[in-house]
């Protein structure tokens, strides 16, 4: 079963930056697509970022501006997610999810039913 521990929130200024990592406690994250999601409070959950196993397919949010990016390192077994031009509607719990076997169709639906694994999350505040 795979476990998922995301790391690296915190506070941060607006205009900051910012750089979450997702790993998998218990087990590998070798044959998963990898999803990030948040959650403000009192909104609903929304899609940011996800990435295909291999890495070759990438999907962001359109609202993001081009300010995050994602990324993977198949040798550390990690996920990573650079957040840039950090602004106070971006503080959020931030979520991995991870999906075994999902095409590009799929993971571009970003439907959190479709992951199977998710982390605890990581807090990010940005405030000033």
């Known amino acids: 079963q795979l476990q998922l521990e995301e790391s690296g929130g915190g506070l941060v200024q607006p205009g900051g930056s910012l750089r979450l990592s997702c790993e998998a406690s218990?087990?590998?994250?070798?044959?998963?697509?990898i999803g990030w999601f948040r959650q403000a409070p009192g909104k609903q959950r929304e899609a940011v970022a996800c990435?295909?196993?291999?890495?070759?397919?990438?999907w962001y949010a359109g609202s993001l501006g081009g300010r995050f990016t994602m990324d993977r390192d198949r040798a550390k077994q990690s996920v990573s997610l650079e957040m840039h031009s950090l602004t106070p509607e971006d503080t959020a719990r931030y979520f991995c999810?991870?999906?075994?076997?999902?095409?590009?169709?799929?993971?571009?639906?970003?439907?959190?039913?479709?992951?199977?694994?998710w982390g605890p999350g990581t807090q990010v505040i940005v405030s000033s």
């Open positions: 999810a991870a999906i075994l076997r999902a095409s590009d169709e799929t993971l571009s639906r970003m439907d959190p039913d479709d992951f199977t694994s």
């Open positions: 990435m295909d196993k291999i890495g070759l397919y990438r």
């Open positions: 218990v087990g590998s994250l070798e044959n998963y697509a």
